[in-house]
């Protein structure tokens, strides 16, 4: 038990000596909840927006993944080097890796969990969780804000009723709007939760079930594979979308999710509409899914920042002006960015 206690005193030393010798770098960054995931603004596609912090460091494994342009490796060094080149030899010695040599082996990174706790945990519901469609006159001012924060979103009472938009008065989930997700079954696998207020306080406006993403397909209870099937980021832009539609619950597909793998034994034709600035990896997994034979017109979303900010008459332009992804569309653009 000494021994246990030891190694987890040394572990968690590691970590906040990593967390130290970032701040002492990169002034702005973010910690997950879990401690184990520190986000940076990425250096390598250099996001106009210095708080889009999409770069991942995973503070056990010492990986990096930035989710916005797919750039990835095992030497968290390189990362700093990018800031602070004065620094890449403490960089090193800090975040020395044991497990991984080199910064190409991105078989590493084939499935965005690499970042996710790896624990299995059933799903249940939020605790009072209430069904928004049925609360339409509630006296109880936490809910009316939920729904009315829904109503400024632009969302109809349809998509209450199919998405299963909800609330809770639990502690944790208050003031949030909670969009469920549902397997084949009809069985809960996963939600996530939306702050309704801004909080300067807290960064942290979602809250997701803690679960695998890999394995889920977000409500594929109301998916039909012999339909074209329209493909977003997160719940939340499903609010827009028409209704034979699900999220990536991020911006990467890859081979070993179960919605990649379902999208390919149907050959369900792909409307693929991430946000604007994930631009060049929808690209990629056109490209992916049509090295399959899955049709892909890919959406121009740029007259937002994200799909649910968007109108759903805007949402419907862009979905009938789609354009057919064409095998040089990818080369073209990576042409376009020497």
């Given at each position: 038990?000494?021994?246990?206690r030891?190694?987890?005193i040394?572990?968690?030393?590691?970590?906040?000596?990593?967390?130290?010798?970032?701040e002492?770098v990169?002034?702005n960054?973010l910690?997950s909840?879990?401690g184990?995931?520190?986000?940076?603004?990425?250096p390598?596609?250099?996001?106009?927006?210095?708080?889009?912090l999409k770069?991942?460091i995973h503070l056990?494994k010492?990986?990096?993944?930035?989710?916005l342009?797919d750039?990835?490796?095992a030497?968290?060094s390189y990362?700093i080097?990018?800031?602070n080149?004065n620094?890449?030899a403490?960089?090193?010695?800090i975040f020395?890796n044991?497990?991984?040599?080199s910064d190409?082996?991105?078989?590493?990174?084939?499935?965005?969990?690499?970042?996710?706790?790896?624990?299995?945990?059933s799903?249940?519901?939020?605790?009072g969780?209430?069904?928004?469609?049925n609360n339409?006159?509630?006296?109880h001012p936490?809910i009316?804000d939920?729904?009315?924060?829904?109503i400024?979103?632009?969302?109809?009472?349809?998509k209450?009723?199919l998405?299963r938009l909800?609330c809770?008065l639990n502690?944790?989930?208050?003031r949030?709007l909670?969009?469920p997700s549902f397997?084949?079954?009809g069985?809960i696998n996963?939600?996530?939760?939306?702050?309704?207020d801004?909080?300067t306080s807290s960064?942290i406006k979602?809250k997701?079930a803690s679960?695998?993403?890999?394995d889920?397909i977000?409500?594929e209870l109301?998916?039909?594979?012999?339909?074209?099937?329209?493909?977003?980021e997160?719940p939340l832009d499903?609010?827009k979308?028409?209704?034979?539609?699900?999220?990536l619950l991020?911006?990467s597909?890859t081979?070993?999710?179960?919605l990649?793998?379902?999208?390919?034994s149907n050959?369900?034709?792909?409307?693929l509409?991430?946000?604007?600035?994930?631009?060049?990896k929808?690209?990629?997994?056109?490209k992916?899914?049509?090295?399959?034979?899955?049709?892909?017109?890919?959406?121009d979303?740029?007259i937002?920042?994200d799909?649910g900010?968007m109108?759903?008459k805007?949402f419907n332009?862009?979905?009938?002006?789609?354009?057919k992804y064409?095998?040089?569309?990818?080369?073209l653009?990576k042409i376009?960015?020497l």
């Amino acid at each position: 038990m000494l021994f246990v206690r030891q190694q987890f005193i040394m572990k968690e030393t590691s970590i906040n000596n990593k967390i130290n010798f970032i701040e002492s770098v990169i002034q702005n960054y973010l910690i997950s909840k879990d401690g184990i995931n520190l986000s940076i603004w990425c250096p390598f596609c250099k996001h106009e927006n210095k708080n889009k912090l999409k770069l991942a460091i995973h503070l056990e494994k010492n990986l990096w993944h930035c989710w916005l342009c797919d750039k990835k490796g095992a030497d968290v060094s390189y990362v700093i080097s990018r800031f602070n080149k004065n620094k890449v030899a403490t960089a090193k010695k800090i975040f020395k890796n044991k497990n991984y040599k080199s910064d190409f082996q991105v078989n590493l990174f084939d499935s965005e969990d690499l970042f996710l706790e790896e624990e299995n945990i059933s799903v249940e519901l939020p605790a009072g969780f209430k069904l928004l469609a049925n609360n339409f006159n509630s006296i109880h001012p936490d809910i009316r804000d939920v729904f009315s924060y829904a109503i400024k979103r632009g969302v109809s009472k349809h998509k209450m009723w199919l998405l299963r938009l909800g609330c809770s008065l639990n502690s944790e989930f208050s003031r949030s709007l909670i969009i469920p997700s549902f397997d084949e079954q009809g069985d809960i696998n996963f939600y996530t939760s939306r702050r309704i207020d801004v909080d300067t306080s807290s960064p942290i406006k979602y809250k997701n079930a803690s679960v695998s993403k890999k394995d889920i397909i977000f409500n594929e209870l109301h998916i039909d594979w012999s339909l074209p099937l329209t493909l977003v980021e997160g719940p939340l832009d499903l609010l827009k979308t028409n209704d034979n539609a699900t999220c990536l619950l991020g911006s990467s597909l890859t081979q070993d999710m179960k919605l990649f793998k379902k999208i390919v034994s149907n050959k369900t034709k792909v409307n693929l509409a991430l946000d604007k600035d994930v631009y060049f990896k929808a690209l990629k997994i056109a490209k992916m899914l049509k090295e399959y034979d899955v049709e892909v017109n890919i959406l121009d979303t740029r007259i937002a920042d994200d799909v649910g900010d968007m109108t759903k008459k805007q949402f419907n332009d862009c979905l009938d002006n789609a354009k057919k992804y064409e095998e040089d569309d990818l080369l073209l653009r990576k042409i376009a960015m020497l």
